[in-house]
């Protein structure tokens, strides 16, 4: 028995490794492509970093709070079961679990742009695309190994992005031109604050991953002490980077240039040490970038796990090879990856990638929310709702829930549209679970529908 644990244990992540993986997964999802972005919005969108830092901390803090009160497998999407039911559990789940996968496409595209950097032939969208689902099904292939194999990948990954991101971060300043970087402060032809929501719900795809940690908690060593320490360095790690590396490239690309980039790191490296540097650059961002989907293909993976556990998906996405891994639920999701590859594909890579995280970004915002609701309700079942600690974490979901209200109303009204489409979708299909659940004797309905029917 003492064996079998210990060998568990060897194949889980530590401290470093799981805040590497944290970090890797919000910047490799968004920071090799948010400048280009960003950049079409104008320097105003600095405000908006901070609208986001603000609202994803406090996210953080009560994510890796909730995981100390109520140390769940399957992390926030549990949380929302735990707190609301079986049905916002199911929503919650469904909802997550698009935004993963279809984050992951969205980093497709960001890797496939600083490819073409090297080979303009994939600025066609169907070699762009064929090439991208080749690269999807490679790293399919990697994290049948298990976590520990894609953590020792991530962890040289994240090292190449980190190179690249805090080289321009930090000695781009010595280029940095303010000239350059307020020739155009709001490119939206809106308000100012119109602007500052727009970036803010641009840069929250920056942060998608935040509660990789959390979600990831079966695949950690000691998930009570690791989980919380991983979030929060992971997210100081990544805020760091995103905003002093985006700055300081709208300071030296000039704007025309930039809102065009498909490689905006390596254009601004090209910009301050000439072509071979940009070459560099970009084939570091390359390895950033498609190193992190590893990580992100097994976060993707946790949620419809603990799902199926449940009852609330198909058995299929709970089955696990030797390796801990849900290959079929992998496979599953790896076509439909494929198939948004094919039907966004835009000779536009950097159009393709906005449409694309506001997405992600939408389907992520409600499991978010209810997630953060969840503490306080979670705590007061627990007898834990008095004292100082109570209060500051009641605030900070107040604030979480601002945040996430503002920027779910921004990400756009197409993006609003087919969320909330969505979440309707939700309700029929949740009739099949429940339809499942009775026919194998379990209870379905509260207990005060029950009693009257009896």
């Given at each position: 028995m003492s064996s079998t644990m210990s060998a568990s244990q060897a194949h889980k992540m530590g401290v470093i490794a799981l805040t590497l993986v944290t970090a890797s997964n919000m910047m490799g999802s968004g920071v090799f492509m948010l400048p280009t972005n960003l950049a079409g919005v104008g320097s105003i969108s600095l405000w908006g970093w901070i609208f986001t830092i603000i609202g994803v901390m406090a996210l953080a803090l009560v994510f890796a709070k909730t995981s100390l009160v109520n140390p769940r497998n399957g992390g926030i999407v549990a949380y929302?079961?735990?707190?609301?039911?079986?049905?916002?559990?199911?929503?919650?789940?469904?909802?997550?679990?698009?935004?993963?996968?279809?984050?992951?496409?969205?980093?497709?595209v960001a890797g496939i742009g600083y490819l073409s950097y090297f080979f303009p032939a994939l600025k066609n969208p169907s070699v762009g695309s064929i090439v991208a689902i080749a690269i999807l099904w490679g790293f399919v292939m990697l994290a049948s190994f298990g976590a520990k194999v894609a953590s020792r990948s991530q962890s040289f990954t994240a090292i190449c992005g980190l190179v690249v991101i805090l080289g321009v971060g930090v000695l781009g300043w010595f280029w940095f031109d303010p000239t350059t970087y307020n020739t155009v402060y709001n490119a939206t032809g809106q308000s100012d604050t119109h602007a500052i929501l727009s970036a803010a719900s641009i840069a929250?795809?920056?942060?998608?991953?935040?509660?990789?940690?959390?979600?990831?908690?079966?695949?950690?060593?000691?998930?009570?002490?690791?989980?919380?320490?991983?979030?929060?360095?992971?997210?100081?790690?990544?805020?760091?980077?995103?905003?002093?590396?985006?700055?300081?490239?709208?300071?030296?690309?000039?704007?025309?240039?930039?809102?065009?980039?498909?490689?905006?790191?390596?254009?601004?490296?090209?910009?301050?040490?000439?072509?071979?540097?940009?070459?560099?650059?970009?084939?570091?961002?390359?390895?950033?970038?498609?190193?992190?989907?590893?990580?992100?293909?097994?976060?993707?993976?946790?949620?419809?796990?603990?799902?199926?556990?449940?009852g609330l998906f198909p058995k299929f996405f709970g089955e696990?090879?030797?390796?801990?891994?849900?290959?079929?639920?992998?496979?599953?999701?790896?076509?439909?990856?494929s198939a948004v590859l094919l039907m966004t594909a835009s000779p536009d890579l950097a159009q393709q990638f906005q449409i694309i995280i506001l997405m992600s970004v939408f389907a992520s915002l409600l499991p978010y929310m209810y997630a953060i609701i969840s503490l306080p309700i979670i705590m007061a079942a627990k007898k834990l709702d008095k004292g100082r600690s109570f209060v500051i974490y009641t605030i900070l979901v107040v604030i979480?829930?601002?945040?996430?209200?503002?920027?779910?109303?921004?990400?756009?009204?197409?993006?609003?549209?087919?969320?909330?489409?969505?979440?309707?979708?939700?309700?029929?299909?949740?009739?099949?679970?429940?339809?499942?659940?009775?026919?194998?004797?379990?209870?379905?309905?509260?207990?005060?529908?029950?009693?009257?029917?009896s």
């Open positions: 929302a079961n735990d707190a609301f039911g079986p049905f916002i559990g199911f929503q919650s789940t469904i909802c997550y679990w698009i935004s993963a996968w279809v984050g992951n496409v969205a980093l497709l929250l795809w920056g942060f998608l991953g935040v509660e990789s940690a959390v979600v990831s908690s079966g695949q950690v060593k000691d998930p009570e002490k690791t989980v919380p320490k991983a979030t929060v360095y992971g997210l100081l790690i990544a805020s760091i980077c995103y905003v002093g590396s985006c700055t300081v490239i709208m300071g030296i690309v000039p704007h025309e240039v930039l809102i065009k980039s498909a490689a905006p790191f390596a254009d601004a490296a090209r910009y301050m040490f000439g072509d071979t540097a940009g070459n560099v650059a970009s084939a570091l961002s390359i390895i950033a970038c498609f190193g992190s989907i590893s990580g992100w293909l097994i976060l993707q993976s946790e949620a419809p796990k603990a799902g199926a556990k449940s696990v090879n030797k390796n801990d891994v849900p290959m079929k639920s992998l496979v599953f999701t790896g076509v439909l990856m979480g829930m601002i945040y996430s209200i503002f920027a779910l109303l921004s990400s756009g009204s197409d993006a609003i549209y087919w969320g909330i489409m969505m979440m309707l979708c939700t309700i029929p299909l949740y009739s099949f679970v429940a339809a499942k659940k009775a026919h194998e004797g379990k209870t379905i309905l509260t207990d005060d529908a029950a009693n009257a029917n």
